[in-house]
C-alpha cells in the first residue's frame, strides 16, 4: 500500500481514525465480555467509541440497496463535517466506488457533482473516480480537484485502484475501506479477507506474538467482526461457514465472535 500523503495540513493522515462505530467495537467493552484469551491491549482495539450518527447511511444502504439515496448519503457526510477528515474521505469513496463498480448506472446519482459541495466532498468524489476506475477518470481529477492540489492529485494517481489491494493490516483506516466495500456490494471479496485477518489474529494471540506488525489491525478485524455479526445474518453465516473449517485458536475465536 503507497504511503498516504497529507494532501493539507490541518489533516492528519497517519492519526488512525476516532470513531466509525458502525464497525468497530469499544475496546474497553471487549476487556469485559470477551475470555482472557482476547487481546488485552486496549490501544489495539480502541478505534471507536458510540455510535456515529452517519455511519447509519451505509449500513441503511447495505439493508435496502437503494441508489437515490446516495445523494443524501455524500450530503449528511458532507454537511456534518464528517469529510474534514481526510481518511473519511477515502472511506466514504471506497464504499461510493463500490456502487458504482457494482451499478455503473448509479453515477448519474453522484455526477456531475452536487451544487453547494465542499472541496472535502469534491475530493471524496475525485478519490472514487480513481477507485471507480471511471473511463474518465482524467478529466473528472482535472475538473474536481484544483490546481494546488497537485498533492492530492499524485497521491489519487499512485494509490491502487482495486481494494484488494491495499494492504488490510497497514492502518486501521484500509479495515474501514474493506467494511465500506462490504456494505456498498455485500461482497464476501470483502468480508472474507477481514474474517482471515480476525484469524492470523487468533494465531499471532495464541503464539503470543502480540508484537508482530500485524497484530494490532488483526485485533481490529476481530472486534469489528464482533460487534457487526450480530446484526447482520450474512456475516454471522459466512462465519460459520469458517468456523467449520477451522480447529483450535482460530475455532475458539470465531466462536467467541458469534457468541458460542
Known amino acids: ?60 444502504y447495505y439493508q435496502h440497496r437503494r441508489t437515490e439515496t446516495l445523494p443524501g448519503i455524500l450530503r449528511t457526510f458532507d454537511g456534518q463535517g464528517v469529510l ?5 474521505q477515502i472511506m466514504l469513496a471506497t464504499f461510493l466506488a463500490q456502487v458504482l463498480r457494482d451499478d455503473p448506472s448509479a453515477r448519474q446519482r453522484l455526477l456531475p457533482p452536487q451544487p453547494g459541495l465542499s472541496r472535502d466532498g469534491r475530493r471524496t468524489l475525485a478519490w472514487m473516480a480513481h477507485l471507480a476506475q471511471l473511463p474518465d ?4 481529477l482535472a475538473t474536481l480537484l484544483q490546481p494546488e492540489e497537485k498533492l492530492l492529485l499524485q497521491q489519487i494517481r499512485h494509490s491502487p485502484a482495486q481494494l484488494i489491494n491495499w494492504d488490510i493490516y497497514s492502518e486501521k483506516s484500509v479495515l474501514q475501506m474493506y467494511w465500506a466495500a462490504f456494505m456498498a456490494s455485500g461482497s464476501n471479496e ?8 480476525a484469524l492470523r489474529y487468533a494465531k499471532l494471540n495464541s503464539e503470543g506474538l502480540r508484537n508482530d506488525d500485524t497484530f494490532s489491525g488483526s485485533a481490529a478485524a476481530a472486534a469489528s467482526l464482533y460487534d457487526l455479526a450480530p446484526r447482520h445474518p450474512a456475516v454471522q453465516a459466512r462465519l460459520e461457514q469458517f468456523l467449520k473449517s477451522c480447529s483450535g485458536a482460530e475455532a475458539e475465536t470465531l466462536k467467541t465472535i458469534l457468541r458460542k
Open 84 to 88: 474534514k477528515d481526510s481518511l473519511k
Open 190 to 197: 470483502f468480508l472474507d479477507a477481514i474474517i482471515r485477518a
Open 1 to 60: 500500500m503507497p504511503t498516504l500523503i497529507n494532501p493539507h495540513p490541518p489533516m492528519k493522515i497517519a492519526t488512525p481514525p476516532a470513531r466509525f462505530a458502525v464497525f468497530l467495537l469499544i475496546a474497553a467493552t471487549l476487556a469485559c465480555l470477551l475470555p482472557a484469551a482476547w487481546p488485552r491491549p486496549c490501544n489495539a482495539l480502541a478505534i471507536s467509541k458510540g455510535l456515529s450518527f452517519y455511519a447509519n447511511d451505509l449500513e441503511y
Open 137 to 140: 477518470e482524467e478529466e473528472l
